[in-house]
Structures are given as structure tokens and as C-alpha cells.
């Protein structure tokens, strides 16, 4: 998920009167006494927050245009992107479009999406952090070769994820506003996985980077969006600075090289994540993708279809800000009516697992970290 626009560090506080609260009510499973948005799901402890007279939250009087404006502007993102992949569509020696693939349910069916209605040359590139579940894995397997794709599974040593989890949850070490979107967990490992995707297509020429970022996940107006080498360069020396200084050196080659700048300067990749503007339902997308042999894992959290750590992740988060990460994402899929208000409550406001969290603290060998 990276870094997103948002509030600024002032909007943070370590003593924020409703954190303690939080933590007792989602511990309890019971939200009554959170005030919520009476239209999405945004809790009053989220950062730079408001309700009107009605409870209705600042976010949802913002986009309260957004229905009446969504097909228009969808269908011409459909366009741009048909544009987009004739323009490319066979003109390089490699591959048309890389696939960041995690195997769980959106960048499968993206990869399914674009492979069915393009024919696209996809090269999957899945970033192994050594808590994929094993249903997970499999599904890799079975979609990658229900489709022929060629597969890059990447796995790093285990002393530098263990170091990155570890270091991402007891420490601050991204932005304020990236902590908006995602945990700081989900952050380092997303951050890896565009650089490594992003370098990758450099190197092999690949014109398209795909994500199966969920409509909530990220903006339609960023959903094919060129890459900016200047923007890039200077994310990615700040992202460098921190991964080395904070968590193993060896993390530098999976940063882009200055020199990539020069010579691949009028190669950098478009970004596309199609399911912003695509028809999205949860359980149409579960079914046809049932119908191939993907089956849902039953060993990850309500937000997750192949990440055995991400309730750890979440849990971490909630103590730490007083608010759900993927709190945003689900509200901006019940605003834009994509799930229905009581299943965004359920998805974030359900406790976290128990097993699963000390699963996770268990490996980290943070146990002793536990309250």
C-alpha cells in the first residue's frame, strides 16, 4: 500500500482519549459505545475526523457525488485502459504487463481479468515473506497454471523479514499519513514488493505494473497512472535510507540503482489496478474463482485471503492509533455501495484472532511483547 496522501502527524497522538476505549471494545467485540459513522464506518478515533448533525462523517459528505458521477467516469477508464494496452500489447521482446501476485483473491482476479479480456503476455511476480498461507501457495499454483503464466516466486532470507516485521511494528519508521491506509507491517512488505516489481520491469522492459489493489484501496485516478522517475527517485532514497539504516543493509539491492534512472529513463512502466473501475463483487469474484480450483483460506484474518500475519499487523496497529488499518479502504468500499454497512462493521470491528495474532508473535519472537 505504500505511501498515500492524507493527515498530517498532528493528527496523531500516542494519547488520543478514545484509544484506551478502542482496544477494551474491539477486545469485548462490542461497538456500541464508538461513534461511527452513521452512513460509513469510519470511527470517531480516526485521524482528522468530523460528523455533522446527522453522524454523517466528513469523508461521506465529501463523496456524496461519487454515485452519480461513478459510471461516467468508470466507463472512461475503461477506455484509457483499452487504449493503454493496445498501444503496448506485443511491442516489447519480453512481457506486456507484470503481476504483482499474492495469490489472494483481488490480484487473482486481476490477473484472471487480464488475462480473459486482453490475452495479456503476464510475468507474476510474488513476493514470498515466509507467512503466506499454504492454500495460499496453492492457489498461486493452480492460477498461474490454469493461465500458463510465467511465475517469479521471490523469497528472501528469513533474518531480513524477521527483522522488518519486527522492527515495523515496535518502532514508527514510515510517515504519519501512510499509517491512514495500512499498517506499518503491511507497509514495509508492500514497499519491498513495488520496488522489486518496479526494478524488475525496468530491467526486463515490461511496459505495464499491475496490482489487484481493491476499489477502496486506491483512487480511480490513480489507476493508470505513468510512473514519475523523478517522484520515484525521491521515495525511493528516503524508503532506502530507512530500510538500511532500520532494518538490514542487504535490503539495498531491492532498491532501484541511481543509475537505472539514466538508462532506462524513457522505459519506466504505466501502473494500472484495473479493479478500481471494474464491476467488483466479493462473492462473484470468490465464485469464479472457485470455479478454477481457488479456494479461501481459512488460517487469515476478515481482510486478508493469503497473509498469515496480517492480524498481528492489524492488532499492532489498532494499539498503537486507536483505529483499524484497513478502516479507510472498507468505508470507501461501503460508500461507494461495493459491501453493505453491516459486512464493513464486520470486517473491521470483529476481534482479531487470537491464535493468529501469537502465531505471528510466536515466530517474531515477540512474545514477551504481549499484553
Known amino acids: 500500500m505504500g505511501y498515500s496522501p492524507g493527515g498530517g502527524s498532528d493528527l496523531f497522538s500516542q494519547d488520543h482519549k478514545y484509544v484506551k476505549d478502542y482496544k477494551i471494545m474491539v477486545s469485548n467485540n462490542s461497538i456500541n459505545q464508538l461513534k461511527i459513522c452513521t452512513q460509513c464506518i469510519l470511527p470517531e478515533t480516526f485521524p482528522g475526523i468530523s460528523f455533522n448533525e446527522s453522524g454523517v462523517c466528513n469523508h461521506c459528505q465529501r463523496e456524496a457525488s461519487f454515485k452519480t458521477q461513478g459510471s461516467e467516469k468508470k466507463a472512461e477508464y475503461h477506455r484509457r485502459l483499452d487504449k493503454l494496452i493496445k498501444d503496448v500489447q506485443g511491442k516489447t521482446p519480453t512481457y506486456d504487463a507484470i503481476m504483482a501476485y499474492s495469490g489472494g483473491k483481488d490480484s487473482s482476479y486481476t490477473m484472471k481479468l487480464l488475462k480473459e479480456r486482453y490475452d495479456l503476455r503476464i510475468l507474476a511476480f510474488t513476493f514470498d515473506n515466509h507467512f503466506l498461507s499454504p492454500l495460499a501457495k496453492d492457489n498461486i499454483a493452480k492460477i498461474t497454471k490454469s493461465f500458463n503464466i510465467d511465475h517469479i516466486n521471490f523469497r528472501p532470507s528469513w533474518s531480513l523479514t524477521s527483522s522488518m516485521f519486527t522492527t515495523a511494528a515496535r518502532e514508527e519508521i514510515f510517515p504519519k499519513s501512510a499509517m491512514l491506509r495500512a499498517s506499518s507491517v503491511c507497509t514495509a512488505c508492500i514497499t519491498l ?161 487470537k491464535d493468529m495474532v501469537m502465531y505471528a508473535r510466536n515466530r517474531l519472537g515477540l512474545v514477551d511483547d504481549a499484553t
Not at 540503482?257 to 489496478?273: E, G, R, V
Not at 492480524?311 to 472498507?330: M, S, T, W
Request: proline share 6%; net charge negative; aromatic share 12%.
Open 193 to 353: 514488493v513495488k520496488s522489486l516489481v518496479l526494478k524488475t520491469a525496468l530491467e526486463m522492459q515490461i511496459p505495464l505494473v499491475a496490482f489487484g489493489w481493491s476499489p477502496g484501496q486506491a483512487p480511480i485516478q490513480s489507476s493508470i497512472m505513468k510512473t514519475n522517475p523523478g517522484l520515484i527517485r525521491q521515495n525511493q532514497k528516503l524508503l532506502k535510507d530507512t530500510f538500511i539504516e532500520k532494518i538490514d543493509p542487504l535490503t539495498q539491492s531491492y532498491f532501484i540503482p541511481d543509475s537505472y534512472y539514466k538508462i532506462y529513463q524513457d522505459s519506466f512502466p504505466y501502473n494500472i489496478h484495473p479493479l478500481a473501475f471494474f464491476d467488483y463483487n466479493e462473492e462473484k469474484i470468490s465464485q469464479e474463482l472457485r470455479d478454477m480450483g481457488w479456494q479461501h483460506p481459512t488460517d487469515t484474518d476478515t481482510n486478508s485471503t493469503n497473509c498469515l500475519i496480517n492480524a498481528f499487523a492489524n492488532q499492532c496497529h489498532v494499539d498503537k492509533y486507536g483505529f483499524h488499518p484497513y478502516v479507510l479502504e472498507i468505508a470507501n468500499m461501503v460508500r461507494q455501495g461495493i459491501m453493505t454497512r453491516d459486512e464493513g462493521l464486520q470486517k473491521i470491528y470483529t476481534e482479531q484472532n
